[in-house]
């Protein structure tokens, strides 16, 4: 079982370059989330979905955005990359509402 | 606002117990979670508190007060493998996960 895979593992680009971060889980999750991880802070939601074709905005999504055209895959785009999108990116997934997330093994994107 | 408060750092000695505590102020409750991180990692599941008591699993274990608003993960018979951040988190109301900064734990031998 491979459970929630991102790719890449590490990123660098360029201010106003554009990218996507790739999350697949083999779980049949209907829960999904990204999640970003900024030094000394808690784990910050950008976006989230409950199922295909469902999403809706976290705490943090302004400058990214995403899709949820099936259960297994949950990509999160960054458009117009700024200095203040470096942090280590986390996809997760959970069985339903109110259970333990399962996370990928996280993308850290560098923004110069 | 809805707030998680847990130690930024802790030391501990192999073979030793701590305990890491954790206060949250949220709008409602709906169940508090432990992951561990180890650096440069993800973090995993360890424990799910959802009423008030102890829940034991192995070496570790956690309670939980509502009507407190506290938590705390305790881990027993300390191994060099248990240095890692210790990140508590709690379900509001509407199922919004609130996560504190974590707890960084230092093991020494």
């Known amino acids: 079982n491979a459970g929630v895979t991102q790719t890449p593992k590490f990123r660098i680009l360029k201010i106003g370059q554009s990218m996507t971060l790739q999350c697949t889980q083999d779980?049949?999750?209907?829960?999904m989330y990204w999640y970003r991880q900024d030094p000394g802070m808690g784990l910050k939601l950008i976006y989230y979905s409950v199922g295909a074709g469902i999403t809706d905005k976290g705490e943090v999504p302004n400058g990214y955005n995403v899709s949820r055209s099936t259960t297994e895959d949950f990509p999160l785009r960054l458009e117009l990359a700024a200095p203040s999108q470096t942090s280590v990116y986390f996809c997760a997934s959970s069985r339903q509402e109110g259970r333990e997330l399962f996370f990928g093994e996280g993308s850290r994107l560098t923004v110069l | 606002g809805q707030n998680i408060d847990q130690p930024t750092e802790m030391t501990a000695t192999e073979g030793a117990i701590v305990q890491i505590n954790c206060t949250y102020q949220t709008s409602g409750f709906n169940g508090l979670f432990w992951y561990q991180q180890h650096a440069g990692e993800a973090p995993t599941f360890l424990s799910y508190n959802v009423l008030d008591g102890l829940e034991e699993k192995g070496r570790f274990s956690s309670f939980l007060s509502r009507s407190k608003g506290y938590s705390y993960l305790l881990l027993k018979e300390l191994q060099m493998k248990d240095s890692a951040s210790y990140l508590c988190a709690v379900f509001d109301s509407n199922y919004q996960l609130i996560w504190g900064a974590g707890t960084k734990l230092i093991i020494k031998p």
């Open positions: 779980m049949n999750h209907n829960y």
